[in-house]
């Protein structure tokens, strides 16, 4: 819960915790516009200082050490310029269960906690739109932070006013089965191996894919989301930065999977799956990554369904 007082001329909260999931973005032919929120968190907490300072449990794994560059931090700040306010500086301690450069949100998740947080220390001026246009322009892309900041399952539209947001609740039988490889891939290196343009026909493809799979998650349709979940926009140029991506798909369909797509930008791979398979499904993965020399564990989620989240510490 947020509980702002007033100072002499502004909102202030003293110190407040925020958390966001991890998404999974594209899910096959939503390239740049569809996600799925996970329950996996990053999680912070915020409290006035008197310069901006960031600290990571742990090593913080190749973060930026240096409070300007952090991605919270930048989001917060970004929201204060919008909103013409000033943000008071902050000390921000950082935890995260999301494994990073795996194409699991890490960024869009410290984004999302970053504008939800600096939001919220001025008293909430902005609104959710508003925050997600934000941290679309601090990401590059809509994708993730709409997930991020939304929960649930999420198409980000592009408009002229910023991106617009479709949400919609999962499937309650349907289960992700998600495979983490051990070595990473950075985001920059998988977009920069995509193509400018693509043919026609391959935008033709996805389109109707795309359209399919969003009607697929709405009705509970396993059998349409079998046919939708293919992508020719992305998957085939990032295959090469992938070894075994192929075999793991097939491995997690021909296990009882619906589909499986490349998660965001990789190396990470999501299926999904009827509830009752799910464990076979993840064994299979695993298995075929394995063989294929790029190992990694596999585990079974539930889709989450809410977005980044603040609360005031007591
Ligand atoms: N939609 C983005 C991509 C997600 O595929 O590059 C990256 O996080």
């Known amino acids: 819960m947020i509980a702002p007082s007033h100072g002499a001329s502004t909102f202030f909260v003293t110190e407040l915790r925020v958390r966001a ?22 999680e912070f907490e915020v409290r006035p200082a ?28 970004a929201v204060a310029r919008t909103a013409k306010e ?3 500086p902050q000390h921000v301690f950082q935890r995260t269960a999301i494994p990073l450069g795996r194409g699991l949100g890490s960024s ?13 220390l001025l008293g909430e001026p902005l609104d959710r739109r508003t925050l997600l246009r934000i941290a679309a322009e601090v990401e590059g892309h809509p994708d993730n932070v709409a997930a991020a900041l939304y929960g649930g399952m999420t198409v980000a539209l592009p408009t002229a006013e910023g991106p617009a947001v479709f949400r919609s609740a999962f499937p309650r039988a349907w289960r992700i089965c998600l495979l983490v490889p051990k070595k990473k891939l950075a985001t920059r290196e998988a977009r920069a ?28 349709d396993g059998a ?25 798909v097939s491995a997690a369909r021909s ?22 398979l799910a464990a076979r499904v993840v064994a299979a993965m695993e298995e075929a990554a394995d063989d294929a020399g790029a ?20």
């Not at 409070?67 to 930048?74: P, Y």
């Not at 869009?108 to 919220?120: L, M, P, S």
């Not at 191996?193 to 509970?220: Q, T």
């Open 255 to 276: 296990a009882g999977a619906f589909g499986a797509a490349l998660s965001g930008a990789g190396p990470a791979v999501i299926a999904v799956a009827p509830a009752r």
């Open 50 to 77: 008197r310069t901006w300072s960031v600290e990571y449990e742990g090593d913080g794994d190749g973060l930026p050490p240096d409070a300007n560059d952090d991605l919270f931090v930048v989001a917060a700040r």
């Open 21 to 42: 999931p991890a998404t999974s973005a594209n899910l096959g032919p939503g390239f740049d516009s569809f996600a799925l929120a996970l329950p996996l968190l990053a």
């Open 193 to 220: 191996a995509l193509p400018a343009s693509v043919p026609r026909a391959d935008a033709v493809f996805n389109l109707a894919h795309a359209s399919a799979l969003v009607a697929a998650i709405l009705r509970a």
């Open 224 to 248: 349409l989301l079998s046919i939708a979940m293919h992508d020719r926009l992305h998957e085939p140029a990032r295959a090469r930065l992938v070894p075994g991506l192929d075999d793991v």
């Open 108 to 120: 869009a998740a410290a984004i999302a906690a970053g504008v939800t947080a600096g939001n919220a």
């Open 86 to 88: 000033h943000l008071a």
């Open 295 to 314: 190992p990694g564990r596999a585990r079974v989620l539930r889709v989450r369904a809410a977005g980044a989240q603040v609360r005031v510490s007591p």
